[in-house]
């Protein structure tokens, strides 16, 4: 397999008692792959300064083939995020208010994979203030 560049290609023939010889050169350029990152975050709904399992896939469109290195980064509202280390799938964060947040995450690409970002999600996430003493207030 050749790598992302490109190559140098080629080919000499020195023929036969019909053919003549012949030879040739081309080039040829490989790319990298493009990606697709998709996330979805569980529970939902969830409790403030609970943590909650932030699940990512990213794939690789053909014709590329291959397993991506590198980080997917997750950012979100009220929370410090977290960071998956592929080949892992998954994080925790928590979020330090209630309301509804706002997910999104990303990925840099590596020498031979595209950047992505996924398409933010929303999450609710249940205000401490409701759950003092297990009643609400």
Avoid: K, M
Avoid at 7 to 32: C, F, K, M, P, Q
Avoid at 86 to 92: G, I, K, R, V
């Amino acid at each position: 397999a050749l790598g992302t560049s490109v190559h140098g290609l080629s080919a000499i023939y020195s023929g036969d008692a019909t053919y003549l010889g012949s030879s040739g050169t081309d080039t040829h350029e490989v790319d990298r792959a493009t990606t697709l990152l998709g996330i979805t975050a569980a529970p939902d709904p969830s409790l403030q300064g609970w943590p909650v399992t932030i699940t990512a896939a990213l794939t690789v469109s053909a014709p590329g083939a291959g397993t991506p290195t590198g980080n997917i980064v997750v950012s979100a509202t009220n929370s410090s995020g977290c960071s998956i280390l592929l080949p892992a799938t998954n994080c925790t964060l928590v979020f330090d208010s209630g309301g509804l947040q706002s997910i999104s995450a990303s990925y840099a690409g590596d020498s031979d994979f595209e950047a992505a970002t996924a398409d933010a999600i929303t999450h609710q996430s249940i205000p401490e203030v409701l759950l003092r003493d297990g009643f609400e207030l």
